[in-house]
């Protein structure tokens, strides 16, 4: 199993910044993917960056040029930092990673708890 927790989420005034985190947590794992997701009131919950094995980082058209996702290999920790935030960026934001158990070739998805981000106008 792998555990995940986030931090820096909270309330910001338009055009500011927040540099959310997520340090993941548990016995011989290897992660694969990384990302962030958000979900705001009322909506489906979407894609809002990601970090795929071997591959290129890719972001939601609304965040581009905006938000900056890192990953830290050695911390086992995905970073979101978001710049410019605008009052539709406000959503609880969600780390997800696909990870690998004990070297096996299954891979596994788990979530974050979910951390308040709110932009007021």
């Known amino acids: 199993q792998v555990q995940l927790v986030e931090s820096g989420g909270g309330l910001v005034q338009a055009g500011g910044s927040l540099r959310l985190s997520c340090a993941a947590s548990g016995r011989s794992f290897s992660i694969n993917d990384m990302a962030w997701y958000r979900q705001a009131p009322g909506k489906q919950r979407e894609l809002v960056a990601l970090i795929p094995a071997g591959g290129s980082k890719r972001y939601a058209d609304s965040v581009k040029g905006r938000f900056t996702i890192s990953g830290d290999n050695a911390k086992n920790t995905v970073y979101l930092q978001m710049n410019s935030l605008k009052p539709e960026d406000t959503a609880v934001y969600y780390c997800?990673?696909?990870?690998?158990?004990?070297?096996?070739?299954?891979?596994?998805?788990?979530w974050g708890q979910g951390t308040q981000v709110t932009v007021s106008s």
């Open positions: 997800y990673v696909v990870a690998s158990i004990d070297s096996s070739p299954r891979l596994y998805q788990y």
